[in-house]
């Protein structure tokens, strides 16, 4: 696999600040005050066990879930939200959509179009933005198809991908937009266990890149070799966070080295 990224793509931005954020479904409080800043350029990963609000909270920081307290904001711009005076109001669709574009998310099941071949995949979104014409376009997914591995794949229809080389081009349509941060939904959940390694790859290689990265996982080795934070959340609040030394090696709290007594 070629380890050529074109570093012009990857934006210098990326702050990700949580602010108290919670969230309720029905009576089950799912997110329950979050509060968290991550530089731009880091590489984050969430751990904890099923229920947690790991995928709640990564579905908040682009506004999939609509939270009920707190805030998030990336570079400063409040994420769904606009401030007047002292109150948020919520924005419409349309702006909503437009802030996206700058969030890059990665589902667990691939989400690609079943009816494009792989490189009408990947020049969908940036032309659809009028982010760049079609040639633009096309260069530019050419370029990705380099990155993950899969340029040989260009005409092929997602049915007759393996299950990683489907994550890989998911990977790589959302990177099609050049977004400041990229969100990954446990990306290896839904893979059998021999291509884990191929879609981890390419995530190691968008970590180097200065990308911000921030990944809800049960792969600790991984965790352990890419991350810059780790954080750990049980019931809905962060338990535990710090570097990845600091949590997977020395644990503080009861709950995260009794998970991880348990996943090592």
Known sequence: MSEAIDYRL???QGEIVITGVSKWFGKHKA??????????????????????????????I?????????????????????RRGD????????????????????FQNFNLFPHMTVLDNLIEAPIAHKKCSRAQAVELAWQLLETVGLRHKADAWPRHLSGGQQQRIAIARALALSPRVMLFDEPTSALDPELVGEVLDVIKKLARSGTTLVIVTHEIGFA?????????????????????????????????????????
Do not use: C, W
Not at 35 to 57: D, E, F, N, W
Not at 66 to 79: M, N, T
């Open 31 to 60: 997110l329950d005050g979050v509060s968290l800043q991550l530089p731009p350029g880091s590489v984050t990963v969430i751990l904890g066990p099923s229920g947690s609000g790991k995928s709640t909270l990564l579905r908040a």
């Open 224 to 264: 352990r070799e890419v991350a810059d934070n780790v954080v750990f959340m049980v019931d809905g609040k962060i338990v535990e966070q710090g570097s990845a030394a600091q949590v997977l090696h020395n644990p503080q709290h009861h709950r995260t080295r009794r998970f991880l007594d348990k996943v090592l």
């Open 10 to 12: 990857q934006p210098a």
């Open 62 to 82: 682009n506004h999939l879930e609509r939270v009920d307290e707190g805030f998030i904001q990336i570079d400063g711009d409040y994420i769904g939200y606009q």
């Open 87 to 106: 109150r948020l109001y919520e924005l419409k669709e349309k702006a909503i959509l437009r802030q996206r574009i700058n969030v890059g998310y990665v």
